[in-house]
């Protein structure tokens, strides 16, 4: 972790500043998904919700799996009202169903995907309906623990960026790529800071 933070001073002396701000570290992990179907499940249930409520109904569409053990064969066969129940929307359990679909018929191979690089795992996972780059991102950094991400469609990134560089209005695209082209290859990293800055009172 010494490293990381090193690059970053390094290289990002605003960044830096944020870090130090924190009263532990200890959210600063990436680690790899030992079940990536589940993985998938909780980023298409949570798309466009806060955490929290993600979690809630998350926790909620678990105990519909005995021993809360996801299959793409219980998945396919538990009734949309019931997925519904638990509080997604009719989209979400079209898609958790078409997920459950091209898992059961192999068009999507959870097995082998971790051998992929970042573009061809997108490509494979955008096969699946309702899942798009925001969803591929989320589950590059937090089922295959891939260190050097950034997500320009996710709006707390956009908003922290705007925060910690003090933007007076939100900054184009070509700007966040500027400050974040320096993170490499610790992006992923980058975002946790990035999202957990909204837990701490940065200075004015």
């Given at each position: 972790?010494?490293?990381?933070?090193?690059?970053?001073?390094?290289?990002?002396?605003?960044?830096?500043?944020?870090?130090?701000?924190?009263?532990?570290?200890?959210?600063?992990?990436?680690?790899?998904?030992?079940?990536?179907l589940?993985?998938?499940?909780?980023?298409?249930?949570?798309?466009?919700?806060?955490?929290?409520?993600?979690?809630v109904?998350?926790?909620?569409?678990?105990?519909?799996?005995?021993?809360?053990?996801?299959?793409?064969?219980?998945?396919?066969?538990?009734?949309?009202?019931?997925?519904?129940?638990?509080?997604m929307?009719?989209?979400?359990?079209?898609?958790?169903?078409?997920?459950?679909?091209?898992?059961?018929?192999?068009?999507?191979?959870?097995?082998?995907?971790?051998?992929?690089?970042?573009?061809?795992?997108?490509?494979?996972?955008?096969?699946?309906?309702?899942?798009?780059?925001?969803?591929?991102?989320?589950?590059?950094?937090?089922?295959?623990?891939?260190?050097?991400?950034?997500?320009?469609?996710?709006?707390?990134?956009?908003?922290?960026?705007?925060?910690?560089?003090?933007?007076?209005?939100?900054?184009?695209?070509?700007?966040?790529?500027?400050?974040?082209?320096?993170?490499?290859?610790?992006?992923?990293?980058?975002?946790?800071?990035?999202?957990?800055?909204?837990?701490?009172?940065?200075?004015?």
């Open positions: 972790m010494k490293h990381i933070i090193s690059h970053f001073k390094k290289v990002d002396p605003v960044l830096h500043k944020t870090i130090l701000q924190f009263k532990s570290l200890d959210f600063l992990t990436i680690s790899k998904s030992n079940d990536y589940r993985s998938l499940c909780r980023e298409i249930i949570g798309q466009q919700l806060s955490g929290k409520v993600a979690h109904i998350f926790e909620r569409f678990l105990k519909l799996f005995p021993e809360k053990k996801i299959t793409a064969e219980k998945l396919f066969k538990i009734p949309d009202i019931k997925l519904r129940s638990v509080g929307s009719w989209s979400k359990v079209g898609f958790l169903k078409d997920l459950a679909k091209k898992v059961m018929n192999k068009k999507l191979d959870l097995k082998t995907i971790d051998r992929l690089d970042n573009k061809q795992v997108a490509k494979n996972l955008t096969m699946v309906k309702g899942i798009g780059p925001w969803t591929c991102e989320m589950f590059l950094m937090f089922a295959l623990g891939r260190e050097d991400l950034f997500s320009h469609g996710d709006y707390g990134l956009r908003k922290a960026i705007k925060n910690i560089y003090k933007f007076k209005k939100d900054p184009t695209k070509k700007q966040i790529e500027k400050i974040t082209a320096k993170w490499s290859p610790y992006r992923t990293y980058a975002c946790l800071i990035l999202w957990e800055s909204f837990d701490i009172k940065l200075p004015v």
